[in-house]
Structure formats: structure tokens, C-alpha cells
């Protein structure tokens, strides 16, 4: 690299350092894969040790004393810093925040926590399988209690709560005050959509959704879905796991996964495509910055966005359809010679407040995650204590989705995420919602035409678009930064609302 | 485990040091499984800089200073070493064999070796392709040069040669002149038994060998093969690769490949069952030694050993087939329809001198083993040139093999052994064929009528036979003394010949 040449040697020091513990983690990035895809069921404690010893090596380099002397020279050098954009300031405020978070927790919470959640998690899949919440309540406890004593350690802004430390893990700068700020109209508006959608006297047929398809003919259309929007299978692969994910080792080598069943291509072809915007992201950050901050990409809430675009506002349009129909028919034949692409289009955007956040459409799911913003939010603060999480769940299910909660195991033990300590991760997946509306209105009024190319097969005009303003920046801008920046404004829940109104209510004869 | 708790601490230092080391290792090993396997073409200069980091640390570990002192105080420590076989002998024996060779070449000449083997490969794939010896020639001129440099480093024995030095890498103790000793007989009575097998005017039809079968019914069909035979799949995977082979990461993950062509289930088959006997070599290990010597296998000749007797002891005899033949009928139908279980199993035992060697017969390919030998050997005591290198194969070729070789790309620069450095590495095959044959016939002796089970699919008791023998002991012998005492012989030729004649001659109408 001849940037590093020109650099000072503290400079030079870092990012030799740092590239050497990104390549080690891109190595657990591996054996994490093939764990979920590949390999054997008696593997699994093997594989353990494994991971365990590449954490460990990789945790002496992410806390390595000298990073703090290396960085402390770099900081107060201006030629390094004076311009925050360029890579090297870059950089620099990425390994200063990561290597923050990493020394702040003592190292008796680090194991009290790994040890707690490792067992919650286990109590979790018991109390899940058994509908026993009460089993499961007093290890929440223990979570939150814990994850306040992390969120003392890495603390928060004085007008911010516990909640944003936590966050600020999985998303640089995400608050709660924030994500309020921009949830609530939404919560208010979507609540007022879905139950006009489901007043309609005409709602769409589910018959697409209905129909039974070979999986090995799923498996070629949504390859060749996939392929035609621009993943790059010379750098990645598509395999299948029981949930669908994005992975890999770097941006040459893309892991994507789907599931199938016979009754629902549709998931099939969402799911595809949702990790195909995840990898199309992937492959497309700067291959010169690999290892470091300016090569890699936002946070979870702007990876959420290119998923997200890719699954609902391409994959979910009209447009799309027009292309995708015949190759539907190529690919199944007499199987869906009876629907048409306006069919398959209703079909795939069929809307129904439902129980479980997984499965949920593209209008109830955000709900969902408000739901889970709000109490995890009160727990933190001490507003609801984990005795009482059934019966706030269940209220807020029938307020926003007008759905009665039958059983815990259908209610709040649905979700993994808290029993992992994964608090302040739920609102990533709105956030990325209403990013991928804003970002793609931006492209639609720069690009034109959008749903014309769509309906040609064109998704390169997109995809280029996407390339230049979210994925070749890398990690330069927060989210926030990165959506005005590229949008002209603050991110707001209009796009998405407009999105979805405009789309759903002819949908629903509305 | 209690039995380190007893052990004095240098003992317990070796063991956690050696097992960190090898679980590193089999890190390393699961990325070269999927980079052969499952890596996307462009992920190949990232995968090659994981390996080479996990490359650095394992060779950290491996030349580690604090081992010659550990060893030097384990050695003198009478309660570890009184008893050879003990658990500590075989691993302070196997810990200083791996750490006198790791420390005895100079950094110098590791690298010097890496650089010119890394180009080497390069230009014998060109040259190859190209059927162009002469540009190669110069290469391996160097490549002879490294490698007497190398064998110094080493040493040998005073009645020894440099060959010794070098074979010693992948076969402890194994020498040129005990290699000579059981070639030279075996080599003799091949041309004769070939030669006869040639003359015969009822040769088997090769009608089986010729049908086209769809790949995946092949695939189901060695499958169910493999796991009939006894290979764990809760502990194991077969995929595809260009050439087959077995890795994995321990005894509870072994990663097995084999091969299709649609005009070869013989070959699918035979690679299968070849890499399923390295595979239950592996599974068989004893679990509570993994990552020590004890716990691994003994070298490459006992490995080949046991994949040649799935392969062939087994998987090419008649009793086989008659448990076979119907299971071949239920996965293809009509196709087999005419075949008789005799017809197949003669099939899979035609005979054809041939110029390759991994595509030769059970009887021909030693005779590609014994010329590899005799010119390496020639090679390393300077009695032989780069320059007359091809003279010398093609006459060979012609004597013991009585083909005559029409370019040296189907000659000597078929296999790509040399151009990484890998002299001495040849006579392991024949080897393993050596003892798969006396194995066998100790096995049957002691079984009584292994083909009265085989023709019922009962091969239980010679897998529980071979754990016992071969896999529970690990490294505790070396290959010649393990072969003493489950056979009560030294190695000799004489059971692969009878077993070859056995089966031959009757099918050749002899």
C-alpha cells in the first residue's frame, strides 16, 4: 500500500495491527458458516474450542496495550486528522471506539456475562419449547441487571439513558431519544394502515402462496434471480440454512444463505433476496480498504437498508414482476400457468397482523420491533421488571397488530436476541426499513425511471447507485451522516409510509 | 483429565502447548477443505493469507524455545519415559521427533524452499500443459539441489542415504534401502503376474465400466455404501472435488470427497470407499488423546494401508459384490438389468497397463510407485540428471510396464510431487498397498469367514477389528513395529501378491 508509506509509522503500526486481527475474525467468520451450513452435528464441541481460541487471540489483539499509545501519537497528529472524512481520520475514530469498547468492561463482567447469557440462552430454548416463562423470567433478570452494569461501563451522554450505551454497540451513535423521535409518527400512521388494509372487501388471493413447487426448481429460480440483480457467484455462494443469513470472509467471498418449502416460494425468493442485498453490500466495499473501518461497512441499521431495498422495494414491486413473471413460468411451468404477474404481485405483498415478528409482512413488521423497542427500553430503565413482561407484551400486541397473544412461547419468548444480552439490537431492523425507502426515493429521483429498467430486467443503474453513495464510502459516515448526505435530509418515516400507502391500498382495492 | 494431573508440570506445559497448536491446525485444515470444496474462485488470494497467518502462529508454537526445555526435562524424568508404549513415551518421542525437524533447517533455506517450490508449481503446471520438459528441467535441478541441502539439515544414518532424510518427513523411519528390500521382490513377480493377466484370451468385459449412469443416483449410491460399510455421517460429510481426498478437523468432523463421471460409477465407487478407509482411520482414533501423537495417526503408508483395504480387500472382492449387486440394481434399474453380480465385480477388477497412475489397476499401480522410487532415489545420490530424466522414465515405463510413453506430459511430468519438494513421499502408496494386504489377511485369520459376512453386509467385525488393531493405538507404534505385532511379520510383499494372484488369475480365465 503506498498510503501507508506516506504515513507515520504509529499510523503504519495500526493498521498493520488491525489488518492482521480482521483477517484473523474473517477466519472465524469461516468456521461460524460452515457451522451453521456444513458441518456434522458431532462437530459442535470441536468447533467451539475453535472459536474460543480465535476469540481469545483475537481479544489479546483488539485490547493490545500498545493500540492506546499508537492511537494516543496518531490523534494528535493534524495531518492525520484534520480532514475527519479522509481515510485515515476514518480509521482512527473507528479503532479509538473499538478499542474504548473493548477495555471499558472488566474482565470478571466479560465472563460473568458470557457465562449468563451462554446458560440464559440454553434456559431460553427450554422455557420456549415448554411455554414455562417463568422459567425463563429469573434469567432475564440476571440479563438486565448485567447489561445495566455493561451500559454504567461504557455510559451515555447525560441526556441519554442506559439503553443508548447498549446500542451504540450495534449501531455508532443510535439513541433512544432518536429512534423515538422517528418511531412513534410511524407507529401511529402504520397502526391506521393496517386496519384499513384489513377492512378491504377485496384483499389480494392468496393463492401464490399456496402453491406446492419442487425445491430443486425454487433453487435455480432464486439463483437466477439473485444472479440477474447482481450478486456475484465468482465471489460468493448461496446455500441453505434453517434461518437464512449473510457471511463470509471478506468482500471476494460472500456466504449467502435461503431456506425452502415446498408452499412458500415466496419466503424462498424474499429470503433470497434480502441476503443478496445484504451480500450485494458486501461485495461492493472498497476492496483496497479490506481490514480496516474505511472498508467496512456502516453499522447494522444501513446493512438492514441495502436487504431490505433489495427484498421489498425491488423484489415486492410491480415492476419487478413484469420481469420476474415469465422467468416464473420458465421455471415452474404449468405449476403457475394459471396466475398472472398482477397475481403474483398481490400475492407477494399480502398483509396479516400475525403473531410471530419472523414471519411478519412488510407493513406489520415494524410493529413488531416497536413492541420490542418499548419494553426493552422500560426494563432498562427499571419502568417493567421481567415478572411483568408476559402482560405488557400482550397488551402492546393487541393495541398496535389488534392480535390476542395465546401462549408466551407464541409471546415473548419468541425471540432469541434478549436471553443472548442482545439488548438495543432490535431497532437496527426499522431503522434499516425506513433507511432503504429514503435511500431508494433518492436514487428513484436521480436515476428516473426506476420501475421502467426493473420491468427491462435492468438492475445495474441501481445497483451502480447503491455502489458509489452507501457502499464505496465504507464505514466513513454514520448512519445518520451517511442518510443526509446521500438523501438531502434526516432520516424520516415518510418514505417508508409513502412506500407502503402507495403500494398496499391499490393492492387492497383502496 | 486426571492423567495430567499427575504428570510433573513440564508435562502438562507440553500437552496444553501441543493441543493449542493443533486445534490451530485443524483451523488451518478446515480452510483448505473448503477452499477446495466450497470457495468461490475469487476468495483464492484472501483464503491464501488466513492460511499463511495460521501458518506463522502454528509454526510459532511448533519452534517455541520453551519446548526443548520442557522436553529436556520430561526426558529425564524416569516416571514418563520407563515405559516406551506408555502414553507419555509415544508423545515426548513424536514432540522431539516434530521439534528436531521444525528447528533443524535454517530460516534461510525454509524460505528458499517455499519460494522455489511456490514457482516450481507454477512452471511444471506450464510445462505440462504445454508437453514441455525442458522448461521444467531447470526447475527441478534446483528442487534436487534444496532437497540434498534439506536432507543434510536432517541427517541420516551412517549406512543411510539422502533419500532417508526426506522420507523420514512422511514416514517415520522409513529408508531406502527397507523400501528397496520389499520393492525389488514385489516388482519382480508384478511384470510377471501383468504379463500373464495380458496373454489371457478371456479377459473380463469391461461392459460395466462403460454405462452411463446419472450422477445423482451415483451419488445416492455410494453413499449408502459408505455408510454401510461404517462411515458415521453425524461425524463426517462427502462432497466433490477434482480429486478426492480426506480431511476434516478431528475425529468427530472428517471431510471425505470423491468424484463423478457419468461413465464411471467404478471410479466413483473405488474413490469413495478409498477415502471412506482413510475416513474411519480417522473417526477410529481415540478421542481422549486428541491433539497429541497418541491420539493421531502413525504416518502415511499405515493411512493408505486402510483406505486401500476399504477399497480393495474389500470393495473390489467377490463376496462384495454378491452383498452389493442388489443395491446396485435398486439405485440404477434397467440400467445394470444385464449385468450379473460376477460380471460387475470382474469389471471392477480389469487390468490395463496404462501410462497414468491414479488411473491405474489394483495390479499396475505399484509398478508407477517402484519407477517414481528408483529415479528419485537416483535423483538424490546423483546418479541421475534432471537432463536424462525422461530416457530414464520412458524406459522404465517400458520395461516394467512394457508401454511406451509418447510425450513426457503423459511421462514424467504427469504427477506434481516433485515440483513441490515431495521426494520421498512416492513409496508411501505402495506401502500402505503392502499393508492393507498382510492387515487383511491377520484380520481374516483371526475372523474367520470374512467373506461369508462381507456377501451378508456385515462389515462391523472387520471395522471393530481394525479399530482395535490399527485405530485405538494411535502413534504408538511406528508403521514396521505396528505391522509386527498385529501381523506377528515384518512387511513383506508376499500377501498383496497372493491376493492379487487369488483374485486375478480365475476372473483372467487363469
Redesign the interface.
Known sequence: MSTTQTHPKAYADLLQHHR?AS??S??AS??GW?QEV??????L???S??LA??AQ?IHERSTDPRIADWLSACEADESLTADPRSDAAVNLREWRRDYDRATKLPAELVVELSQTTSRAKAEWAEARKADDYARFAPWLDQIIGLSKRQAECYGWPEEGEPWDALADGYEAGMTAAYVAGVFTPLREKLVVLVDRLMGSSTPPSNAFNELKLPIAQQEAFVRRVSAAVGF??????LDTSSHPFCSG??H??IRLTTRFAEDNVNDALGSTLHETGHGLYEQGLPAEH?GTPRGSSVGLSIHESQSRLWENQVGRSRAFWTWCHPILVEHFGDAVAGLSADAVYAAANRVSPSLIRVEADEATYNLHIMIRFELERALLKGDLTAADLPSAWNEKYRDYLGVDVPSDAQGCLQDIHWSMGALGYFPTYTLGNLYSAQFFEAAAAELGNLPAMFAQGEFAPLLDWLRKNIHAPGNTYDSADLCEKVTGHPLTADPLLRHLEEKLLPIYGL
Chains 1, 2 share one sequence.
Open positions: 492482521d483477517l484473523l474473517s477466519t469461516l468456521l460452515d456444513m458441518m456434522p452435528p458431532n462437530g464441541a470441536h468447533r474450542n475453535q481460541q480465535l487471540l456475484d457467484y465468482r465471489s460468493g455462494r470472509t471478506h471476494a467471498d479490506l
